[in-house]
């Protein structure tokens, strides 16, 4: 895979880029390493543009994305959004739209897909209260949440690796559900570096780290992480009250 950063509206594409399928999102981590991680594990040679918000204080801040948005993107999709993808006529937005996509035509749905489909939803619920608390609320209030919401979701996704026993969510595989999982846990991790304290460090438990460790060990996922392709940093944009970067 390829990556570009685009600070322009020019560079906000309508069509595949370089003949490639093309993940299309901010410059951050946000909602698009799942997709990110998928691509990778399925072997998709894909183009990953990556817009530029740019500094708020700045003449210059979020320009690229909204005209394009109103324009271009709303001639091929109607409803245009970030994250989306372009694969050949294919033309879509929402996170967990893509990463069923990308599933079934590179040939890892799970067997189990009515837990799959479960799990990235309850995920996705869980990554909109953080964005909303990120974005909208004090550090405090972020704080508060992961010391109490946190462990009380973690606890459940610790059980149901236990009770399946075969090291990923819905089998011995990852699927789609497994890179939300590593996502929201990534996140949280570089939460707890910049906002956590001792007394805190364990609310991603040992197992859940062990877990990390089972997807980052994956061959592809492996190689691209320690790639400068990678983009671990910054989890969101510079107008969060909360970037992690």
């Given at each position: 895979m390829t990556f570009k950063v685009v600070t322009e509206e020019s560079g906000v594409p309508d069509t595949m880029v370089d003949g490639k399928p093309t993940l299309v999102y901010w410059n951050i981590v946000g909602l698009a390493l799942p997709i990110r991680l998928a691509l990778v594990y399925a072997g998709v040679d894909f183009v990953d543009i990556r817009i530029e918000a740019g500094d708020p204080s700045g003449d210059n801040f979020n320009k690229a994305y909204p005209p394009a948005k109103a324009g271009k993107l709303s001639k091929i999709m109607p409803?245009?959004?970030?994250?989306?993808?372009?694969?050949?006529?294919?033309?879509?937005?929402?996170?967990?739209?893509?990463?069923?996509?990308?599933?079934?035509?590179?040939?890892?749905v799970s067997s189990q897909e009515h837990l799959t489909d479960y799990y990235c939803d309850q995920l996705t619920d869980i990554e909109s209260e953080m964005v909303r608390l990120m974005y909208g609320k004090s550090l405090d209030a972020v704080v508060h949440w992961y010391t109490t919401s946190a462990p009380v979701f973690l606890a459940?996704?610790?059980e149901i690796l236990k009770s399946g026993g075969k090291g990923f969510l819905?089998?011995?595989?990852?699927?789609?559900d497994d890179f939300k999982l590593y996502s929201v846990l990534h996140k949280l991790c570089v939460l707890q570096g910049d906002l956590g304290s001792d007394e805190t460090k364990s609310i991603v438990t040992d197992d859940?780290?062990?877990?990390?460790?089972?997807?980052?060990?994956?061959?592809?996922?492996?190689?691209?992480?320690?790639?400068?392709?990678?983009?671990?940093?910054?989890?969101n944009n510079p107008i969060a009250n909360w970037i992690g970067k």
């Open positions: 409803f245009p959004n970030l994250p989306y993808l372009l694969d050949g006529d294919v033309a879509i937005a929402q996170t967990n739209t893509i990463l069923h996509f990308v599933a079934r035509k590179y040939g890892f459940k996704f610790s819905t089998g011995d595989a990852p699927r789609i859940l780290l062990e877990y990390m460790k089972r997807v980052e060990e994956l061959p592809k996922i492996k190689e691209y992480l320690a790639s400068p392709d990678n983009l671990p940093k910054p989890i």
